[in-house]
């Protein structure tokens, strides 16, 4: 079947960093994106990988694993306008251009 | 300049009545998607369409339907069929799939069935 995982919640203080991760188990694979999405918005991009390794931008850097189905998303020198919902999506091949959604991680930044 | 366009924001409905949400694209982008949101979830995947004149179920369509007569625009009617209606509802586009491409999403529809 098709599987995304994240933790429900983190928090964590302004100027700190919080490590999102997410497994996935899908049939086929094609890449790993992480989107943020603010209360009643909607979501907007943030980062894509599809080879193994490191993407950094910015305060934002995303990692890969595709042999152990996992990736994270790193926040840095976080800001308290960094609240959100961080959704974590992996586009499968059994059909092209279909999206696999997880449930979302809910970060909220404390002063 | 290049978007998505869902309107209205907010809308109401009574109980046993469809009622259709609008999509419209100028991305020129190939495949169109409806997701649904409810509280404290992720999206879940209605209906895609991948070209003009086709279209897909997705993990929950039942209660819903879609056309697509024209490239730019996905319109989605929720039925009286959909036992649960009320929800957040996000369009969203997916261009050529090369590397680093993404999908865009509209500003989404706030459905709320009395």
């Known amino acids: 079947g098709q599987n995304i995982d994240q933790p429900t919640e983190m928090t964590a203080t302004e100027g700190a960093i919080v490590q999102i991760n997410c497994t996935y188990q899908t049939s086929g694979f094609n890449g790993l994106f992480w989107y943020q999405q603010h209360a009643g918005e909607a979501p907007t991009f943030l980062s894509y990988?599809?080879?193994?390794g490191l993407e950094e931008k910015g305060r934002f850097s995303s990692f890969l694993s595709r042999s152990k189905g996992y990736s994270y998303l790193l926040l840095k020198e976080l800001q308290m306008k960094d609240s959100a919902s961080y959704l974590c999506?992996?586009?499968?091949?059994?059909?092209?251009?279909?999206?696999?959604f997880g449930a979302g991680t809910q970060v909220v930044v404390t002063p | 300049d290049g978007g998505i366009t869902q309107s209205p924001k907010y809308l109401f409905r009574k109980e046993g009545q469809n009622v259709t949400l609008s999509c419209e694209q100028n991305?020129?982008?190939?495949?169109m998607y409806w997701y649904r949101q409810d509280p404290g979830q992720g999206l879940r995947l209605i209906y895609y369409s991948q070209i003009v004149n086709d279209f897909q179920k997705g993990d929950i369509a039942e209660g819903y339907s879609v056309s697509r007569e024209k490239k730019e625009s996905f319109p989605l009617t929720v039925t009286s069929a959909q036992k649960n209606p009320t929800a957040f509802y996000l369009c969203?586009?997916?261009?050529?799939?090369?590397?680093?491409?993404?999908?865009?999403f509209g500003p989404g529809t706030r459905l709320t069935v009395l």
């Open positions: 999506a992996a586009m499968t091949t059994d059909s092209w251009g279909k999206f696999q």
């Open positions: 990988n599809v080879l193994d």
């Open positions: 991305l020129n982008h190939d495949a």
């Open positions: 969203a586009t997916f261009g050529a799939g090369g590397p680093g491409d993404e999908q865009f």
